[in-house]
Each structure stands twice: as structure tokens, then as C-alpha cells.
């Protein structure tokens, strides 16, 4: 789940909602794939169908609200991950290496202390790494464009991540898959975005879940919140 306070209670976004937003973002901003675009939306849109169940229901999380994404132990993460990449195979090979690869970069980067527990997530990751390459090779990918197509599916990724609540705050810093950077800006339920990646304006429905302001954080009702992105010059 991604949360949020509401003031009175809890909203909520489960992590499959938030993909499909990802997906929304990516068929109106500039940046497009230079894989398959069918396998490409797919993983876009699925890459965190791995969190269905997870996300079933809330949670309570370690501090006093419900549990955050953010919570989870790394074991956890790489078996959800998994669960993802598998499901992203059953869609379509592209989809499959773009999940598997944005798996590996996520859960990459991250300082482990254990060493057996360090030893264990290479080992995942560096399957997913090859999978990856290996469909990638399969479609008549270049290494090269199977990571730029990952990049930019980190990019929607992570505004996504912030037009549902994390992290909190009005600016976002983005790099785009070329390495360019764009500053996006938030007032309200209004978002900004440079022109030169949001070519016109358009509007995106975040699916909430509203529970109550305390554990057991009873679902109270589950609503839409719309918001508009204009392009900024």
C-alpha cells in the first residue's frame, strides 16, 4: 500500500492501481519505448501485480498507521517481486524482461548488512538481469534499448509513486531515460509538468481506499481523487 494521512483516517493506494496510473502516465507524456509497445505498457501497468493479495486488505504497519510499501523486509520485497515478474511472463515476454529488469534495479541499489541475506538477493537479482537480456535478445531488443526502456519505466514509475503519496512534498526532481531532468510541481490537485515531456494537458484518476484513523484500520470507503496535469513552460 502507499499511505497517506487524510486528517481523520488513512488513504490508501494499492500497488496495482498505482501501476495502472503508471501506465496512464506513460501514453501522455513525450518519452515513448524502443522495445515492443504493447509488452511495454503491459509491464508498465502490472509491474507491481505481485502486491494483489498483499494488498488485499490494509494492514497494521510498525508505527501508527496502516502498513506503508516501505515496511516490508527485503525477503519480502524479492518474493513479491518474483511474483511479479512471473505474472508480467504470463502477459508477454517483453513485459516479463522489463519487470524482471526493474526488479533487479530496484532491489539493487539497496545497502544489505547480512551477508547471507546479501549473497541470497544478488543471486535473485542477477536471474532476473539475465531473464531479462534473454527475452530482450529473443524480441531483437539492444541490451542498450531493454535499459532505456527500464529507465523510463522507473521514471512513471516514481511519479506515480508520487501522485498517489510518497514521498510527501509539492516538487519532484525526475530523470528521464536519456538523462535529462524535469521538475515537476504540485498545488493542490494540480500537477505541473515540463512541456517538453507532457505535450498537452490531461486528467488522471487515483483509485483511493479510505480506512479509519486507528488500528484495526477498518475500511471505510474506497473513492477516486482526480487530478489534472497541465504542461508548464
Request: include cysteine; charge should be negative; hydrophobic fraction near 40%.
Amino acid at each position: 500500500m502507499i499511505c497517506r494521512s487524510s486528517g481523520q483516517g488513512w488513504e490508501l493506494v494499492r500497488q496495482p492501481d498505482h501501476g495502472v496510473l503508471a501506465c496512464t502516465l506513460l501514453d501522455a507524456i513525450a518519452d515513448a519505448p524502443r522495445g515492443p509497445l504493447e509488452g511495454f505498457r503491459l509491464a508498465v501497468a502490472h509491474h507491481d501485480d505481485g502486491w494483489a493479495e498483499r494488498d488485499h486488505e490494509p494492514r497494521s504497519g510498525d508505527g501508527e498507521g496502516p502498513e506503508s510499501f516501505l515496511e516490508l523486509s527485503l525477503a519480502e520485497h524479492l518474493e513479491i517481486s518474483g511474483e511479479s515478474v512471473r505474472l508480467a511472463g504470463d502477459l508477454h515476454p517483453y513485459a516479463e524482461a522489463i519487470v524482471a529488469l526493474h526488479g533487479a534495479w530496484l532491489h539493487g541499489a539497496r545497502v544489505v548488512q547480512d551477508p547471507e541475506l546479501a549473497e541470497q538477493r544478488d543471486a535473485v537479482i542477477g536471474s532476473w538481469r539475465a531473464l531479462a537480456e534473454q527475452r530482450a535478445e529473443e524480441l531483437g531488443v539492444a541490451s542498450a534499448d531493454l535499459h532505456y526502456d527500464q529507465r523510463l519505466c522507473a521514471m512513471v514509475d516514481f511519479m506515480s509513486l508520487w501522485l498517489c503519496g510518497w514521498p510527501d512534498g509539492d516538487a519532484l526532481a525526475l530523470e528521464r531515460p536519456g538523462g535529462e531532468e524535469a521538475d515537476v510541481e504540485r498545488d493542490g490537485e494540480r500537477v505541473r509538468i515540463p512541456a517538453e515531456l507532457l505535450p498537452s494537458g490531461c486528467e488522471l484518476v487515483v483509485p483511493v481506499v479510505s480506512v479509519a484513523g486507528a488500528a484495526p484500520f477498518v475500511v471505510v470507503g474506497e473513492s477516486v481523487r482526480t487530478m489534472t496535469l497541465v504542461p508548464s513552460t
